[in-house]
């Protein structure tokens, strides 16, 4: 029913499965069990995400291969159709769950395709594939009661991005880019002599499975005509992204620059980013902003994806990641980071933070970035939310709808 071979060489692997799977004590003790909502599907592939996000590292072993078999009933088409069945649903759900779930009309092409390729080649798997999907349209199509794990600090969305669903914004990203290319070439050329060099502090907890990634991106943001100096932190075992951040933001003196600007492992930015991003946010009066997001980035909200013909926005809300930058006006209150382990709730409390203290909060979209993992592709969703919950108790925060406001749009710099 299903292969894993990855060749004749023990190697990392991002997934491994459960019919020859073995689990050192270690590792459970570090990241916690098996997630129990996870019925049938998707419960080891969340497992080794939050193990690889934690550092842990995923191994194929060659020579331990062994045939996973099916005999007697259980090898019939009845009996293997009404399990592809009951996968089918689960995989849907877990699908959803991750936000990477085909469109219906996707998933009426892939049945439609299975029945045709059965009674074209009197496959009795072209049947068993057929109920898979049968079963991933039966749930597409059943009534989901309101979810509890989408609470109004939430986008409510997903904007997990499928194969083609990278295609297809990987296309529209060359289209934006053609249209605002003009507003591009004027940015940089302004951003060549202003504002005045600034003296910016960037800030990444840096896994070892992205090195070459963090790489890139700290290569892109030395080519600035800015003082721009790179602090990569080490995720200490057991210690969450802001614990990290903290401890690398002890052992400098933040004060002594005019941004500080945070960054994830696991993003891409634009040639010639930082430049044209200072200039904009300045010219803007920006305390809080991020680059927009590309159509090619897996992102949740909506309101950071790109807008084409739009050089920045100003909105309520900005994300504590992929890229996040802080004006020196805000040191004194966002400084230190809270002790939180996911940070899910951060953003929107730091929106409400802004509003009280009137700091202008954007999104530029002419410098827009790529994440390349999922949301919470590293770490458990419900625990993030909970952690959230537990963080939001009490203190102001921007809810979705706000959040997903544009309040101005800036097609020209002033």
Same mark, same amino acid.
């Given at each position: 029913?299903?292969?894993?071979?990855?060749?004749?060489?023990?190697?990392?692997?991002?997934?491994?499965?459960?019919?020859?799977?073995?689990?050192?004590?270690?590792?459970?003790?570090?990241?916690?069990?098996?997630?129990?909502?996870?019925?049938?599907?998707?419960?080891? *592939?969340?497992?080794?995400?939050r193990?690889?996000?934690?550092?842990?590292?995923?191994?194929?072993?060659?020579?331990?291969?062994?045939?996973?078999?099916?005999?007697?009933?259980d090898?019939?088409?009845?009996?293997?159709?009404?399990?592809?069945?009951?996968?089918?649903?689960?995989?849907?759900?877990?699908? $959803?769950?991750?936000?990477?779930?085909?469109?219906?009309?996707?998933?009426?092409?892939?049945?439609?395709?299975?029945?045709?390729?059965?009674?074209?080649?009197?496959?009795?798997?072209?049947?068993?594939?057929?109920?898979?999907?049968?079963?991933r349209?039966r749930?597409?199509?059943?009534?989901?009661?309101?979810?509890?794990?989408?609470?109004?600090?939430?986008?409510?969305?997903? $904007?997990?991005?499928?194969?083609?669903?990278?295609?297809?914004?990987?296309?529209?990203?060359?289209a934006?880019?053609?249209?605002?290319?003009?507003?591009?070439?004027?940015?940089?050329?302004?951003?060549?002599?202003?504002?005045?060099?600034?003296?910016?502090?960037?800030?990444?907890?840096?896994r070892?499975?992205?090195?070459?990634?963090?790489?890139?991106?700290?290569?892109?943001?030395?080519?600035?005509?800015?003082?721009?100096?790179?602090?990569?932190?080490?995720?200490?075992?057991?210690?969450?992204?802001?614990?990290?951040?903290?401890?690398?933001?002890?052992?400098?003196?933040?004060?002594?620059?005019?941004?500080?600007?945070?960054?994830?492992?696991?993003?891409?930015?634009?040639?010639?980013?930082?430049?044209?991003?200072?200039?904009?946010?300045?010219?803007?009066?920006?305390?809080?902003?991020?680059?927009?997001?590309?159509?090619?980035?897996?992102?949740?909200?909506?309101?950071?994806?790109r807008?084409?013909?739009?050089?920045?926005?100003?909105?309520?809300?900005?994300?504590?990641?992929?890229?996040?930058?802080?004006?020196?006006?805000?040191?004194?209150?966002?400084l230190?980071?809270?002790?939180?382990?996911?940070?899910?709730?951060?953003?929107?409390?730091?929106?409400?933070?802004?509003?009280?203290?009137?700091?202008?909060?954007?999104?530029?979209?002419?410098?827009?970035?790529?994440?390349?993992?999922?949301?919470?592709?590293?770490?458990?969703?419900? *625990?993030?939310?909970?952690?959230?919950?537990?963080?939001?108790?009490?203190?102001p925060?921007?809810?979705?709808?706000?959040?997903?406001?544009?309040?101005?749009?800036?097609?020209?710099?002033?």
């Amino acid at each position: 029913m299903t292969t894993l071979d990855l060749g004749p060489d023990d190697r990392d692997a991002d997934f491994v499965w459960g019919a020859n799977l073995a689990l050192r004590r270690a590792a459970l003790e570090r990241i916690g069990g098996f997630d129990e909502t996870l019925d049938l599907y998707g419960d080891e *592939e969340d497992l080794q995400r939050r193990l690889r996000g934690a550092g842990g590292r995923v191994r194929y072993v060659a020579a331990a291969g062994v045939d996973h078999r099916r005999a007697g009933r259980d090898a019939r088409i009845a009996g293997l159709a009404r399990a592809a069945y009951h996968r089918g649903r689960n995989s849907r759900r877990y699908d $959803g769950r991750k936000g990477t779930a085909p469109s219906i009309p996707g998933e009426l092409r892939t049945l439609a395709g299975c029945a045709a390729h059965t009674v074209r080649f009197r496959c009795g798997n072209g049947i068993v594939l057929s109920a898979h999907t049968a079963g991933r349209l039966r749930e597409a199509l059943t009534p989901q009661p309101p979810s509890v794990a989408d609470p109004d600090f939430l986008s409510g969305e997903s $904007g997990t991005l499928s194969r083609r669903g990278r295609a297809r914004g990987a296309a529209l990203d060359l289209a934006a880019d053609a249209l605002g290319a003009p507003q591009r070439a004027a940015v940089r050329r302004a951003a060549r002599s202003a504002p005045p060099r600034r003296r910016v502090l960037v800030v990444s907890v840096a896994r070892a499975r992205h090195a070459a990634t963090t790489a890139r991106l700290v290569a892109e943001l030395e080519r600035s005509r800015h003082d721009v100096a790179v602090r990569l932190a080490e995720p200490a075992p057991g210690a969450g992204k802001w614990a990290n951040l903290n401890a690398a933001l002890a052992a400098e003196r933040v004060e002594d620059h005019e941004w500080l600007l945070l960054a994830d492992d696991d993003v891409v930015l634009p040639r010639r980013f930082l430049d044209p991003f200072l200039l904009v946010s300045e010219r803007l009066g920006l305390r809080l902003a991020q680059p927009a997001h590309a159509f090619a980035s897996n992102a949740a909200w909506r309101v950071t994806r790109r807008r084409p013909g739009s050089v920045a926005r100003r909105t309520r809300f900005v994300e504590i990641g992929p890229v996040t930058a802080l004006h020196a006006s805000t040191f004194e209150v966002l400084l230190p980071f809270p002790d939180l382990h996911m940070g899910w709730g951060l953003d929107a409390h730091w929106g409400a933070v802004a509003a009280e203290h009137g700091w202008p909060v954007g999104v530029v979209d002419l410098t827009p970035v790529r994440h390349l993992e999922p949301v919470a592709g590293a770490y458990g969703r419900d *625990e993030a939310i909970a952690e959230a919950r537990a963080f939001l108790a009490g203190r102001p925060y921007v809810a979705r709808a706000d959040a997903q406001r544009t309040l101005a749009t800036y097609r020209a710099l002033r």
